[in-house]
């Protein structure tokens, strides 16, 4: 297996995505929705998991935790407007819950309405507390290491948590991916035109999914706000569409991943935005990273794939 992390993009995903959740907006239980439209994907359950899937809500947004089987909930366009491009959309959140609504179902809507067919990818994730209490003193902890005995006025930087094994999130990904080809013509999908955009960790999952799936072809992937560190690009990669903040805490000044998908002689094109920070999903008011998904449709159509197939 080819090595995913040169500069530690995914090691800086898991250690910060965490901490900038946690530093504001209060948590609040949610009932779990019905999802009438999520279909099982049979990847089995998650090792060492003594809690049920749980949902709350931050920010306003919708947000499950303790995921232990994986769904995928199609959102296809209306009668006569389909193009047959098909996109699996990853949600973000530290592979420790998923923001559902906002970097999930509000995508997946917007896509259908530019005859894309969309379909949200509800992966298992790492345990979290069972309480809703105990998770969100865990969301709380402090993450600041202690200073330096020889030098109190100096923090030290704490190290990089391991790499977390990623086996189930590859496999959930990878039935996605099958789930759609079978039901290609069902659903009006070009099986030679099936994308992949996440965003945070989903955009780590989709990367992953690039760089060490064996039965996955994508025709085009979009890492959304996700590690910006170099990578080893295969030589079948797809076309990439990539978006970040200067004032996100994974950009960090690196375009690591943007010079390896260059220097391999693959289709780029990399948004750095001012503004936005990290998680604004499809935008916030006032910031210039608001029109992000404005030039990704507009990528789409330049590549063709908004064209009727």
Known sequence: MKKLIK???LLLLLSFSVQTFAQDGTIHPLEAPAEPRAILLGTGGVENQPASETWFKQWGDPMARNITTATLTP?????????????????GGGFSWLSMG????????????QGIAAFVL???LNPTPESLEDFTAWMNRPRTAPTSSSDSS??????????RNLSNQLEDAEAAYAMILDRAKEWGVDPSRI?????????GLTMHSTLHSKTMKLAFIGPIYGGMGAVEVPENAPPMFNVIATDDFLFLGQTGVIESWYKAGKPVEFHLYQNGGH???????NRTSNRWFDAFIYW??????????
């Open 7 to 9: 500069s530690g993009f």
């Open 75 to 91: 959102f296809l366009p209306e009668p006569g407007t389909a193009n047959g491009t098909a996109v699996i959309v990853a949600p």
């Open 122 to 124: 509800k992966y298992r």
């Open 300 to 309: 789409l159509e330049v590549n063709k794939f908004l064209e009727a197939s």
């Open 195 to 203: 994308g992949m955009i996440g965003f945070s960790a989903g955009a």
């Open 279 to 285: 998680g604004f999903g499809l935008g916030n008011p």
């Open 154 to 163: 100096k923090s030290v930087t704490p190290p990089p948590p391991p790499q």
């Open 102 to 113: 906002n970097e999930g179902w509000e995508v997946a809507e917007a896509l259908a309405k």
